[in-house]
């Protein structure tokens, strides 16, 4: 069913929906708002005009466009850090932690190619940002830096001239050019496709670990 023109010349409304159903609806178009326009564009009224629905029917939802606001980057931010951890906990194997890391950096990639609009809103946000947007970037990043850090110690340990090696800061490293990726992917994906990226992951991962060559047999303990 479509919205159709009143005889009386009134604005045609869209149809009505379960309210489940409009609560997505209302999210949808403020997510394709942050993304073409950035996020100062989103408003109650913004919002309404992009669903062409009236503004009391934004507010039976959300009581404010702060409100409208953090429901959606609570509900991109569980996609988003759902697809971070299932990516950081894929299975290692430390016989080949270059492998084990060009898989994550695939994951990666198809997160950001399976959801564009979430990680545009998160890695490319138009204007100022807010202070839950910061939050939930910071927590994604902690949660891949904390894996990427216990990882990497466990593939150096038993590893010549490994002491020197500050895996903080190499786990801080390794997330911002999987960061770095997702952004070239959203700019500039004709320049930068999946191939390309994932394929300069793999060489990086290789010359890094041959600086480190294994004393003995490792194993998973």
């Given at each position: 069913?479509?919205?159709?023109?009143?005889?009386?010349?009134?604005?045609?409304?869209?149809?009505?929906?379960?309210?489940?159903?409009?609560?997505?609806?209302?999210?949808?178009?403020?997510?394709?708002?942050?993304?073409?326009?950035?996020?100062?564009?989103?408003?109650?009224?913004?919002?309404?005009k992009a669903c062409d629905?009236?503004?009391?029917?934004?507010?039976?939802?959300?009581?404010?466009?702060?409100?409208?606001?953090?429901?959606?980057?609570?509900?991109?931010?569980?996609?988003?850090?759902?697809?971070?951890?299932?990516?950081?906990?894929?299975?290692?194997d430390l016989a080949d932690?270059?492998?084990?890391?060009?898989?994550?950096?695939?994951?990666?990639?198809?997160?950001?190619?399976?959801?564009?609009a979430t990680w545009r809103?998160?890695?490319?946000?138009?204007?100022?940002?807010?202070?839950?947007?910061?939050?939930?970037?910071?927590?994604?990043?902690?949660?891949?830096?904390?894996?990427?850090?216990?990882?990497?110690?466990?593939?150096?340990?038993?590893?010549?001239?490994?002491?020197?090696?500050?895996?903080?800061?190499?786990?801080?490293?390794?997330?911002?050019?999987?960061?770095?990726?997702?952004?070239?992917?959203?700019?500039?994906?004709?320049?930068?496709?999946?191939?390309?990226?994932?394929?300069?992951?793999?060489?990086?991962?290789?010359?890094?670990?041959?600086?480190?060559?294994?004393?003995?047999?490792?194993?998973?303990?």
């Open positions: 069913m479509t919205a159709t023109k009143e005889a009386n010349g009134k604005r045609p409304y869209a149809p009505r929906l379960p309210a489940a159903e409009r609560r997505e609806q209302l999210l949808d178009a403020a997510l394709e708002i942050i993304n073409t326009r950035g996020l100062a564009a989103v408003s109650i009224d913004a919002v309404a629905v009236t503004r009391p029917v934004v507010y039976g939802q959300f009581t404010d466009a702060h409100h409208l606001l953090k429901e959606l980057l609570d509900r991109e931010a569980k996609h988003a850090l759902g697809q971070l951890a299932a990516a950081a906990a894929l299975p290692v932690p270059a492998k084990w890391f060009a898989d994550v950096c695939r994951a990666l990639v198809a997160a950001v190619l399976e959801r564009p809103a998160i890695l490319l946000p138009v204007g100022a940002v807010p202070a839950p947007v910061r939050e939930y970037r910071r927590q994604g990043e902690q949660a891949v830096m904390t894996q990427f850090a216990g990882v990497g110690r466990r593939f150096l340990r038993g590893r010549d001239n490994a002491a020197d090696v500050d895996v903080e800061l190499l786990a801080r490293s390794l997330v911002r050019v999987a960061e770095e990726m997702g952004r070239l992917l959203l700019e500039a994906p004709d320049d930068y496709p999946p191939e390309r990226v994932l394929t300069f992951a793999a060489m990086a991962a290789d010359a890094f670990l041959a600086r480190y060559p294994a004393r003995e047999p490792v194993g998973d303990a």
